[in-house]
Nanobody
Framework: QVQLVESGGGLVQAGGSLRLSCAASGSIASINAMGWYRQAPGKQRELVAGITTSGSTNYADSVKGRFTISRDNAKNTVYLQMNSLKPEDTAVYYC???????????????WGQGTQVTVSS
């Protein structure tokens, strides 16, 4: 009923930039917080950045000053601008969103399928 689809991943050289997008679609009444997570093989999934519906943000220490999360509420879309990329940023990036679907009393956290980001040295 609600789907999140990421796009914008790819291969980039160290020091380069990528912009990830995640669009929510379906029977959406409202979206609360949205966020980006990443997971590399053999590592724990970690929160990269989060954003509330009003625009308050938080970031993992490892990406502060390099990544920027933003959202377009009219488009039900969250973005992650990634600058000064490092090889350690290589991972599958997942977006999630706390969404209240139409005709549902409570919200539910939905996840996208992920997009691969590879940073070469």
């Amino acid at each position: 009923q609600v789907q999140l689809v990421e796009s914008g991943g790819g291969l980039v050289q160290a020091g380069g930039s990528l912009r990830l997008s995640c669009a929510a679609s379906g029977s959406i009444a409202s979206i609360n917080a949205m966020g980006w997570y990443r997971q590399a093989p053999g590592k724990q999934r970690e929160l990269v950045a989060g954003i509330t519906t009003s625009g308050s943000t938080n970031y993992a220490d490892s990406v502060k000053g390099r990544f920027t999360i933003s959202r377009d509420n009219a488009k039900n879309t969250v973005y992650l601008q990634m600058n000064s990329l490092k090889p350690e940023d290589t991972a599958v990036y997942y977006c999630n969103a706390d969404v209240r679907a139409t005709m549902r009393r409570s919200s539910y956290v939905y996840w996208g399928q992920g997009t691969q980001v590879t940073v070469s040295s």
